[in-house]
């Protein structure tokens, strides 16, 4: 699964990944391989990337929004 987080300043991060955790505004949700469909608003918060070697890497956002589709999660964060 491929994950893009970007802000209006930069691109966080871009590569293959096995699951993301992220602050959504009325709960946290975690999406994994195949997951179905999705657009979701993001809260403050933290986004918990699990990358393929089982590495975590960890984002602080400000609010956002999130897409999946067809294995590829686009994450437009402030």
């Given at each position: 699964?491929?994950?893009?987080?970007?802000?209006?300043?930069?691109?966080?991060?871009?590569?293959?990944?096995?699951?993301v955790?992220?602050p959504?505004?009325?709960?946290?949700?975690?999406?994994?391989?195949?997951?179905?469909?999705?657009?979701?608003?993001?809260?403050?918060?933290?986004?918990?990337?699990?990358?393929?070697?089982?590495?975590?890497?960890?984002?602080?956002?400000?609010?956002?929004?999130?897409?999946?589709?067809?294995?590829?999660?686009?994450?437009?964060?402030?």
């Amino acid at each position: 699964m491929n994950l893009e987080i970007i802000t209006p300043e930069k691109q966080l991060f871009s590569g293959e990944i096995k699951s993301v955790k992220f602050p959504g505004t009325i709960g946290g949700f975690e999406v994994l391989n195949n997951h179905a469909p999705i657009i979701s608003t993001l809260a403050k918060g933290e986004i918990i990337v699990k990358k393929t070697n089982d590495d975590s890497v960890n984002f602080e956002i400000n609010g956002g929004v999130i897409e999946m589709q067809k294995n590829k999660i686009i994450v437009l964060a402030e």
